[in-house]
């Protein structure tokens, strides 16, 4: 079993906000967790924080889940699924938050699922003039990159500092155009538009040293099936820093 594998172990827990299946210790948990907020006391709130409604025998307070902020029942009725904080069933939140948790709910279901199974690349480490054939894939506990080869690679997540994205654009009557795109800021990828991904320059610190090391991954250009889904594994990449979900890697990606 490699590092980025190991103590995958998992225990059901129960707080106030329902049950959760979360990692038997914390330094396994996933990059992309939330940690439960803590809920505003009961008398710290005597109105719902979304309607003022007053709250009285009748009008019962609930709270978010997500937030942890008090409202009544009609503000906060839905019950939806919040895989980031590890809960088993879906749970309570308010309009705001349940909005945020529908969209995150479909990373997990689409784009997480295309990080772990994993796309082929040419991987080119540092200035070195050789590429490496190899399938990189998020590892289960969703903490590394893993780069199978010839060699083999483990980068931890959190410790990535900055992914550009290589993409090929398609603009009526001119050449095909080659840019370099921030992932953090690019509005380039977008399912349906003029461009499509064909590669990531990724810079990351090796524990215990404060330099950079950079790969760059270059889709393979073989059969149009591995283009494909080298191009939706890039994309997945995207939608991890280009939503909510890059507040919780504290910097990274």
């Known amino acids: 079993m490699s590092g980025s594998e190991a103590a995958d ?16 210790l914390r330094a396994a948990r996933s990059p992309f967790g939330l940690d439960e907020p803590p809920w505003v006391p009961d008398k710290e709130c005597p109105r719902c924080m979304q309607c003022d409604t007053k709250f009285d025998f009748i009008t019962r307070k609930h709270h978010c889940r997500r937030c942890g902020k008090c409202f009544c029942d009609k503000c906060c009725s839905k019950k939806v699924p919040l895989p980031r904080m590890c809960f088993v069933d879906p749970v309570r939140q308010c309009a705001e938050c349940a909005l945020i948790s529908q969209k995150e709910t479909e990373f997990y279901d689409k784009q997480l699922k295309v990080l772990m199974n994993g796309a082929s690349f040419f991987v080119t480490l540092g200035t ?22 010839n060699s083999r690679y483990e980068i931890e997540i959190v ?57 760059k991954f270059t889709a393979s250009e073989d059969y149009s099936s591995n283009k494909k889904l080298s191009a939706s594994w890039l994309a997945a990449m995207h939608k991890v820093s280009k939503g909510g979900l890059r507040k919780s890697l504290q910097g990274a990606l």
């Open 128 to 149: 070195s003039d050789k590429s490496e054939l190899m399938v990189c894939r998020l590892s289960n506990n969703q903490r590394y990159l893993v780069l199978d080869g």
């Open 159 to 215: 410790q990535i500092s900055t992914v550009q994205i290589l993409t090929e654009g398609f603009t009526p009557g001119e050449k095909d155009i080659h840019t370099y795109t921030s992932l953090l800021e690019s509005q380039h990828i977008t399912e349906g538009g003029n461009t499509r991904a064909i590669g990531m320059i990724l810079q990351y610190k090796v524990p215990g040293s404060e330099e950079l090391t950079q790969m």
């Open 9 to 24: 172990a998992k225990k059901l827990v129960r707080s106030a906000s329902g049950l959760r299946m979360v990692p038997e």
